[in-house]
């Protein structure tokens, strides 16, 4: 049996941060699913999924996943660039924000973690 | 700014086909999400973490996961075993049903993606 | 600046054991880089990499590298396979043997990296 | 037999262009898995491993292992930083050098792969 070895051809990493500090990015187990399918789709070559290329692997619809789309950039999470790809014009999604996010919470974001939110 | 040397340090891998096969394991979101934590818990040295532990990190509560922990136990993509360690017996969570469930699904779940189940 | 998003896409992940227990395993450090390589192609579609697209990456040469792969095969962490892809018969490495030698290995490593061999 | 749970647990991810590019920044095999070590140690709590420490892991000797440190530094790929932990002040080794290199690298590095070096 041959599995190890195919499991460990298509790997896909991300920062650890991500899973510890998306609660306070504000971001719900649904969201970081549709982000993490984002980085999947751009590692293996398509920048710029669609609604429906995304849903097609969530629980989620087109619909839904095009909100989730929509609140992940006004946070700044996910934006989209122009890009020139052998001089035609893309857009792409980039995760700049996202991965600079969780940079500049991360010292923050551990010191907090078993505390209570704060009062008014 | 030293964000990418922090970022690149502390990272997770994971076969993509849990991205795009879980929901064909009758897995949501959220289910994946508790698999993501346990993954992570044990690259850091953590082999059996509690549903206290994971809930830190989630948006359900204590008792939510450990309802979603007897769910991958039941389908047999979770296990517990027993582990000895410097003579001590403990017992640790094993992923092995999900990594093997995820290599037996592959060729059928790639290919149904897109299709309508053949007609005889 | 743009360069994290850049560095996060295209991401390899391998086993530590690969970089604790290689000598172990009889390894040399370009032995590992060809096989990382090799890793390497085959995460981006190219199942077979021929001596000349893997010295391209190398301080070795084509010939020196056919050499390598020899021996890879010869100690059984390579080897190659049939692989039939849409009714074409093609020949792919695996990383199997690979993969295999470094769990049987790892008790073993781990236990005498520090210590001289035990004399009678 | 749980060889891939095993193998999953402990992973470490690199970029890509670490091992497209390293011959244009001018990194042997030896050097890059110096690199990869220390990048290994550090994503495991050691953010300063020694010469002594590397070269367990290595063909090379401490001796060589430190010629090696001292030409990363030199090329301003490796650095060594002050850090507070815990009030303590501690020495750790930065890779921020060498992931920026990549990312500048990029373009031209992939552009010049196949070329002749360019005549004046």
């Known amino acids: 049996m041959n599995g190890i070895a195919t ?4 790997q896909l990493a991300l920062p650890k941060r991500l899973l510890t500090n ?3 990015l504000g971001l719900t187990e649904s969201d ?14 398509n920048d710029f999924p ?9 629980s989620i619809n087109e619909y839904e996943c095009s909100q989730v789309l929509r609140k992940l950039i ?19 999604y980039s995760l700049y924000g996202l991965w600079e996010s969780l940079v500049e ?16």
Chains 1, 2, 3, 4 share one sequence.
């Open 50 to 58: 669609t609604p429906s290329e995304l849903s097609d692997f969530l």
């Open 22 to 24: 998306y609660r306070q």
């Open 105 to 120: 919470e991360q010292g923050e974001a551990y010191r907090t973690q078993n505390e209570e939110p704060e009062q008014p």
């Open 74 to 92: 006004q946070k700044g999470y996910l934006s989209i660039e122009q890009s020139t790809d052998e001089q035609v014009l893309n857009e792409v």
């Open 32 to 45: 970081v699913m549709v982000l993490l399918h984002i980085h999947r789709f751009q590692s293996e070559g």
């Open 7 to 10: 499991l460990m051809k298509d």
